[in-house]
């Protein structure tokens, strides 16, 4: 049988939600078992692909092949979506599709070696989701925004690096302040208020550190902002800002951000990984 796969990319942390709150993309990696010819735009991938090593964690059987757009070491989820990719496609290739018993193993041996559920869960499940251990639930969204997303051009991150930067313990006030805004963050897409989000990505316990390293980010999450954006964030571990905004007003915001990246026009994927025909 033919297997091929697309994935989402993602955002996660969304401000305060650390290693909690995932949002999927409409930018996808697809993924796929060669048989015969590889399709146009794809590679091959080795044993050391990470892509592979998830494919032969659940059985799968043959070699790789990977199409993706999505950019490495940005912050837009880009090992955790081929890590579903990999291990989505050795599930139906076993299992000849992919069942919500089939995603849940997807799920839980991506967030084995993701180390963190929040890019995968979004990846795997699609929407906004909030994902603690093995639990994942969906929030629902009052709002259908454009995301404005901006990658600078001549800088990545890698998550280790930039994780090993952040303080092991925190002050109780901190706490307080993240828990708060997340909790906002989670109220106000549900209910629809979009005023609220501006505050609710606010973030003391990871952003700080993380835009000392890539000042320009700061400078695009400040843009953002003026140009009328609804809220925006530091996706993932950087250096890619994102931003939520009214779809009429995307483009006034993609003009506002520094010259020094550039801008892609997307929305939020309702689903995740997903059999293609």
């Given amino acids: 049988m033919t297997v091929h796969v697309r994935v989402p990319a993602t955002s996660a942390n969304l401000g305060a939600g ?56 940005r912050g837009l989820g880009y090992s955790g979506a081929v890590r579903v990719g990999g291990a989505a496609a050795a599930v139906v290739q076993r299992d000849g599709s992919l069942t919500d018993e089939g995603r849940r193993e997807v799920f839980e041996l991506t967030t084995e070696l993701e180390h963190h559920p929040d890019n995968v ?41 930039s994780r090993a930067t952040l303080a092991d313990t925190v002050s109780r006030a901190d706490a307080v302040f993240n828990v708060g805004r997340a909790a906002l963050f989670v109220a106000a897409c549900a209910s629809g208020d979009t005023a609220a989000l501006a505050t609710a ?55 506002a951000l520094p010259p020094t990246g550039h801008v892609k026009l997307l929305g939020i994927a309702p689903a995740g990984v997903v059999e293609v025909p």
Wanted: glycine fraction near 10%.
């Fill in 18 to 73: 650390f290693d909690v709150l995932g949002l999927a993309l409409d930018l996808y990696a697809d993924i796929g078992v060669v048989d015969g010819a590889v399709p146009d735009g794809a590679r091959v991938v080795d044993s050391h692909h990470i892509a592979d090593i998830a494919f032969r964690r659940l059985g799968g059987t043959g070699e790789l092949w990977e199409r993706s757009p999505i950019p490495m070491g």
């Fill in 121 to 161: 869960a979004a990846s795997v499940y699609g929407g906004l989701v909030a994902a603690v251990g093995t639990h994942v639930v969906p929030v629902p969204l009052g709002f259908a925004p454009a995301v404005v997303v901006w990658v600078p051009d001549a800088v990545t991150t890698s998550t280790d690096k």
């Fill in 201 to 255: 990505v606010e973030d003391r316990l990871h952003q700080p550190a993380r835009l000392a390293l890539v000042p320009e980010s700061a400078r695009a999450i400040a843009a953002a902002g003026e140009a009328g954006a609804w809220a925006a964030w530091l996706s993932g571990s950087g250096p890619t800002v994102a931003a939520l905004c009214a779809p009429e007003q995307a483009d006034t915001v993609a003009a």
